[in-house]
């Protein structure tokens, strides 16, 4: 914020021009006001009395415009906080406009410049003050009779009256420029107001277009997926009725199937048994006539056997009775035989189960007797 570092005029012109403790009863002048403080009370009191109703109405005048000049100070100080008050609002209200950021920038030039014024302007002020008062100490430790003092002093003053004037109206010319300033800023500032309550409602206006937009597309959106979810119940729908009628045809289809199969695998069977069977009377037909093959080649065997033993028998027999005919030796015919039966299993004691006789071709044994 811009403020007036303009020091208080009228405290420190009392303290200056009347002192720490003037006479109630004197009215001294504002320029000697030192002078109360280093010479006699008498001189003091005379002097006082001389110029007390000139020296009383410029030291009136000198405090009424210091007091115009203060006034008017605080007024420009007001109008500045307003300025930034408003400016504070705008900042609020358009925050990251360009428009804002050069009406700051502007603002805060004007700021610089007439804080670097005013500055000057105080500087200037106490150097004009201090350069009073030494001027007022010099002359006094010149002149002891203060005459010429006073003189100097007088003519400081009104020097320092002028040179007042000459500030008061530069301060009213910077017045009326600022006042100018001011009033260019606010029309500017409505302008720019204006032109941001224009854009404001331009993009609220745009902003509820887009709403509604973005509200008729979602609605848009929403309708057109719930179709698409119908659509797609419907169409899974239809999948899984199509998927469960043929399931029920497969099963069908596999139930006359497995019936086929089972007949298949009985016909199978039965052909299998039929066969079976077959092959079992064949094996039996052909087991019975290899066993009563078998038989007849036993029994062909078994009698060739016999005839065969029976007529080497027959033989010995012939040979030992022509040895005992003929009275021969029958001992060596007699062993022969012997040992013929021995050999032959003709002769006892034999073996046992001799009389039997398994064939590899019938399951079940029979006897075959050679000799009773």
Request: proline share 3%.
């Amino acid at each position: 914020p811009i403020k007036f570092f303009f020091f208080k005029p009228v405290r420190r012109l009392k303290r200056l021009f009347i002192g720490p403790k003037p006479l109630k009863s004197c009215k001294i002048s504002p320029t000697i006001a030192h002078i109360g403080d280093t010479e006699p009370a008498k001189m003091r009191q005379n002097r006082s009395i001389i110029y007390s109703l000139s020296d009383w109405s410029k030291l009136h005048l000198y405090l009424s415009e210091n007091q115009r000049f203060e006034d008017s100070v605080d007024r420009k100080r007001q109008e500045w906080a307003n300025t930034r008050e408003k400016s504070k609002q705008l900042k609020e209200t358009f925050v990251g406009s360009k428009d804002e950021e050069k009406l700051k920038l502007k603002l805060q030039r004007d700021k610089e410049k007439y804080e670097k014024e005013l500055k000057k302007n105080q500087e200037q002020r106490k150097r004009e003050n201090l350069k009073i008062i030494e001027q007022t100490k010099l002359a006094l430790k010149k002149n002891k009779d203060g005459w010429k003092a006073l003189d100097s002093a007088l003519r400081l003053a009104d020097r320092h009256n002028a040179e007042a004037e000459k500030r008061n109206r530069i301060q009213q010319h910077l017045a009326s420029i600022m006042r100018a300033e001011e009033n260019n800023e606010e029309e500017r500032l409505k302008n720019d107001l204006a032109k941001a309550e224009q854009r404001y409602k331009e993009k609220q206006k745009l902003e509820s277009d887009r709403r509604a937009r973005m509200a008729k597309e979602k609605n848009d959106n929403f309708a057109e997926y719930e179709r698409n979810i119908e659509e797609k119940e419907e169409a899974e729908k239809d999948i899984r009725k199509r998927e469960m009628m043929k399931r029920l045809r497969m099963n069908e289809h596999d139930k006359v199937e497995m019936k086929k199969r089972i007949e298949m695998n009985r016909e199978k069977k039965r052909l299998q048994r039929k066969d079976l069977d077959m092959q079992v009377e064949e094996i039996k037909f052909y087991t019975r006539e290899a066993r009563m093959a078998d038989e007849e080649a036993v029994q062909r065997s078994a009698l060739l056997w016999k005839m065969n033993d029976q007529e080497v028998l027959k033989y010995g027999d012939k040979v030992l009775r022509d040895c005992e005919n003929k009275e021969r030796p029958t001992l060596p015919v007699v062993k022969a035989l012997d040992n013929f039966k021995k050999t032959n299993r003709l002769k006892a004691p034999r073996p046992k189960n001799l009389s039997q006789w398994k064939s590899d071709v019938m399951p079940t044994p029979f006897s075959v007797q050679l000799y009773k």
